[in-house]
């Protein structure tokens, strides 16, 4: 009997239909988002600990917005893999890890083509663009734009690893002002997302882009701070809109929330009980194939130990789940439950302190830099 809860997760974020299925509450909190979106034209920072469903309802938002709201374009951006997109800082990355999925989405999404597509119009002449429309040679000239810029930045640290051995001075000055300067700037930013809005969005029915910025929390809690605090001039451009998922460790006792989000919305885990018990029920009703029940004290249990708290609680039911499996018990008991939360507290406190020893490796790198 295949345990129903190893099968769960991100998966839900592509698949509307099973978002829809699997949700559970989060009635306000997307009512108070989706309203400061639509209604007010703010600016979201959406925060809470590891696995309280910030990108779950990250993809309620993306559907909601989708379905009700014919003007605006949710654009959903992941930040985990930042590092990739600009070699320069974190701030340059975000810039262009923007755009380019709003690129990249406009191309696939709203003109229906392939980005195999996009990727080689980069080897064309300036005379083939010219016969196209404005959509696409808009989203082309983008697109190349932000190729360029990465391919200079990428040249020009290469180069100065190169000349690197007894190099003069102003040589690598000039080297590394070259690589500065194929950052994308914040006023590039405002002009680039404009033309993309007016010459695409426009041209097929909408105005607003909404950039839902999610995964932020798995970066280092100082590479968020960073972009938050260095990209105040692209989160208040006009016509550009964030949700910005940021993590929240658990020693931060001031958390650094820039003026530009006047929304601020903490996630917390499920208020109500019921809420847990549908969260498990939706998982055992998925399966296709038959499976244990729990007995109703575990819900008890791991809604005292949890408090609502969606990943912690399905861990605990996986757990859980193996090991009245593997006794032969034909429920889920409240003995097994138990168990399982001492193994997650457990892993929880080794967790923390690791991360503790990183933020401590930061300041104390960052004190030493000063
Ligand atoms: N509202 C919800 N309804 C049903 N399942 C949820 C809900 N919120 C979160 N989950 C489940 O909880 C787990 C953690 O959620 P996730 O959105 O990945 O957390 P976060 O992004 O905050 O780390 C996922 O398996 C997700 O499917
Ligand atoms: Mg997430």
């Known amino acids: 009997m295949a345990n129903p809860f190893h099968i769960r997760g991100d998966r839900y974020e592509c698949d509307r239909r099973a978002l829809s299925n699997m949700r559970v509450d989060r009635e306000e909190d997307l009512a108070v988002i989706h309203s400061a979106i639509a209604q007010r034209g703010h600016n979201v920072l959406l925060y809470g600990t590891r696995g309280v469903g910030k990108s779950f309802l990250l993809g309620l938002l993306e559907m909601e917005l989708a379905q009700s709201s014919a003007t605006i374009y949710p654009c959903r951006v992941n930040l985990a893999s930042l590092r990739s997109y600009a070699h320069a800082d974190n701030a340059s990355a975000f810039s262009r890890a923007v755009l380019l999925q709003f690129c990249k989405t406009l191309w696939t999404d709203v003109l229906g083509k392939s ?99 999610d995964e932020a929390n798995l970066i280092p809690i100082f590479d968020q701070e960073e972009i938050l605090s260095q990209c105040l001039e692209v989160f208040s451009s006009k016509r550009v809109q964030f949700v910005f998922v940021a993590g929240l460790a658990p020693w931060d006792d001031k958390v650094y929330l820039p003026s530009c989000f006047e929304t601020r919305r903490e996630l917390k885990g499920f208020q109500k009980k019921q809420y847990v018990e549908q969260l498990v029920r939706n998982v055992l009703d998925a399966s296709d194939e038959p499976c244990l029940d729990f007995d109703p004290q575990c819900l008890d249990v791991v809604f005292e130990s949890y408090h609502g708290h969606p990943r912690q609680t399905l861990d605990a039911c996986c757990i859980a789940y193996d090991y009245s499996a593997e006794a032969g018990a034909n429920m889920v008991t409240p003995q097994s439950i138990m168990r399982a939360c001492r193994e997650i507290d457990e892993y929880h406190i080794s967790y923390t302190e690791a991360m503790r020893r990183e933020r401590d490796g930061y300041r104390d790198a960052d004190r030493q830099s000063q």
């Open 115 to 213: 980005y195999l597509d996009l990727r080689d119009r980069l080897n064309e002449s300036r005379h083939e663009i010219h016969l196209r429309g404005k959509d696409e040679t808009t989203i082309e000239r983008v697109y190349g734009h932000l190729m360029l810029l990465d391919q200079a930045a990428r040249n020009a640290e290469w180069t100065t690893a190169g000349f690197s051995v007894g190099v003069r001075g102003e040589k690598k000055e000039e080297i590394s002002r070259e690589a500065h300067h194929s950052q994308v700037l914040p006023f590039e930013f405002a002009e680039f997302s404009q033309e993309l809005i007016e010459n695409v969005l426009a041209a097929h029915g909408m105005n607003r882009l909404v950039v839902l910025c």
